[in-house]
């Protein structure tokens, strides 16, 4: 008995940690990004850049462009002059609701 209570236990942990792990892309990218990268990722004309066939989210992997994400682009580090804004820094978004927007986003990449 004292056993199958051991085996019942850790398959609700290993479900828990599961739902916990599934961040939603898109519905993060829904509610944090799109006011500004564009709903479907097409980007915003003066405010800020396409994710739709862009050759840095095509071609980075998930870590560098994560970094993007988690410090922003400021100042010089800045990479369109024609957007007069910056990108803002996630500072409160977790790595793995990062790794699963971002994950999102090259999905948008590929579109195009
Ligand atoms: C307030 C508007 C704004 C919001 C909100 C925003 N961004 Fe940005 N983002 C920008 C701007 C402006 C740039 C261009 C920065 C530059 O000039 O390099 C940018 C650039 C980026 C880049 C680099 C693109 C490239 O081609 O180099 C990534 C990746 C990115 N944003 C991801 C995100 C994600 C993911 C979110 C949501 C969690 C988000 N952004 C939310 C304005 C925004």
Do not use: W
């Amino acid at each position: 008995m004292k056993k199958l209570l051991g085996v019942g236990v850790f398959a609700l942990s290993v479900a828990v940690a599961g739902s916990a792990l599934a961040a939603d892309g898109a519905a993060i990218f829904k509610t944090k990004c799109a006011a500004c990268h564009g709903t479907e990722g097409q980007g915003t004309p003066g405010m800020a850049p396409a994710f739709q066939g862009n050759e840095f989210i095509k071609k980075s992997s998930v870590a560098e462009i994560s970094l993007v994400v988690k410090n922003g682009r400021a100042g010089d580090q800045k990479k369109y002059k024609q957007f007069p804004i910056a990108m803002p820094a996630q500072k409160t978004m977790s790595d793995e609701d990062i790794k699963a927007v971002v994950e999102f986003e090259k999905t948008l990449a590929a579109k195009k």
